[in-house]
């Protein structure tokens, strides 16, 4: 069984950083991709980034130029650097794993909560 656990969210004021993690119980190596999805109240689950190999990114609109998504293979560890947040940021941060057609794994979530 893979698990997928989240930790770093939190309170921040706006314009504020943080760098959420996600440590997988196996080596992330064998994933086709890592990602970051968020589900504020009231919406759906939406994707924020995601990553392959080590030097393919992809980021949202909402997420570009402010979040930086990375890795550490050795530690089995996905990262969510979030700079500049907003309001709007104010989600459940959740770390997803996909390894092909129905294999797709999701951590429990980190609350992020971008208030002043």
């Known amino acids: 069984q893979v698990q997928l656990v989240e930790s770093g969210g939190g309170l921040v004021q706006p314009g504020g950083s943080l760098r959420l993690s996600c440590v997988v119980s196996?080596?992330?190596?064998?994933?086709?991709?890592m990602a970051w999805y968020r589900q504020a109240p009231g919406k759906q689950r939406e994707w924020v980034a995601n990553?392959?190999?080590?030097?393919?990114?992809n980021y949202a609109d909402s997420a570009k130029g402010r979040f930086t998504i990375s890795r550490d293979n050795a530690k089995n560890t996905v990262f969510l650097q979030m700079n500049g947040l907003k309001p709007e940021d104010t989600a459940v941060y959740y770390c997803?794993?996909?390894?092909?057609?129905?294999?797709?794994?999701w951590g429990q979530g980190t609350q992020v909560t971008v208030s002043s």
């Open positions: 196996r080596s992330i190596v064998s994933f086709m991709t």
């Open positions: 997803n794993g996909y390894m092909g057609t129905g294999r797709d794994y």
């Open positions: 990553i392959r190999g080590s030097a393919i990114r």
